[in-house]
T-cell receptor, first 113, second 112 residues
């Protein structure tokens, strides 16, 4: 089983719908991240959480919200989806040591019509 | 100026040759450096970590770090078609402690 699991893997929905992307991990990491990736733009950080009670905005948080339900679970919500949120979304985790790398889930391909 | 810069490519490499990828970073206080490989439509996969100046080898991959010149490079020896991917450089700097700064990636195409 994957250490970082994202659900759903693919989602097609309509403008204005509320969408939740979920991430769970079995790595025992405290730190979790949400990124989006668009062609030619690289990875952009949406939100990150260093522990259950810590939530921080990344560089592109507008239009998104997150919830850290437990150490192992970090979900990303789009309250009212718009077409320019169509992208590939990745969850990642890392240990408490800031020098440790991040480990990524398989991603969610989200299309908003 | 972007914090982490890479040539976007594509870098075309004949099969069996050495692919050389470069990455420069702006924060002189950066402490840890990573290379990820990403196949199209897939997630980034960690292939190398390097923390101190010099070379680090792992199989066909060698990472090189020069903190004085603020660059990190990745060499892929005996390149194979399966090495065709985008390679992301990631840097953990003091200014962004706990968050990685990613370059936009270099696309490598290995031609038979």
């Amino acid at each position: 089983d994957a250490d970082v699991t994202q659900t759903p893997r693919n989602r097609i929905t309509k403008t204005g719908k509320r969408i939740m992307l979920e991430c769970s991990q079995t790595k025992g990491h405290d730190r979790m991240y949400w990124y989006r990736q668009d062609p030619g733009l690289g990875l952009r950080l949406i939100y990150y959480s260093f522990d259950v009670k810590d939530i921080n905005k990344g560089e592109i948080s507008d239009g998104y919200s997150v919830s850290r339900q437990a150490q192992a679970k970090f979900s990303l919500s789009l309250e009212s989806a718009i077409p320019n949120q169509t992208a590939l979304y990745f969850c990642a985790t890392s240990g408490t040591d800031s020098n440790q790398p991040q480990h990524f889930g398989d991603g969610t391909r989200l299309s908003i019509l | 100026q972007k914090e982490v810069e890479q040539n976007s490519g594509p870098l075309s490499v004949p099969e069996g040759a050495i692919a050389s990828l470069n990455c420069t970073y702006s924060d002189r206080g950066s402490q840890s450096f990573f290379w990820y490989r990403q196949y199209s439509g897939k997630s980034p996969e960690l292939i190398m970590s390097i923390y101190s100046n010099g070379d680090k080898e792992d199989g066909r991959f060698t990472a090189q770090l020069n903190k004085a010149s603020q660059y990190v490079s990745l060499l892929i020896r005996d390149s194979q078609p399966s090495d065709s991917a985008t390679y992301l450089c990631a840097v953990n700097s003091l200014a962004s402690w706990g968050k990685l700064q990613f370059g936009a990636g270099t696309q490598v195409v290995v031609t038979p």
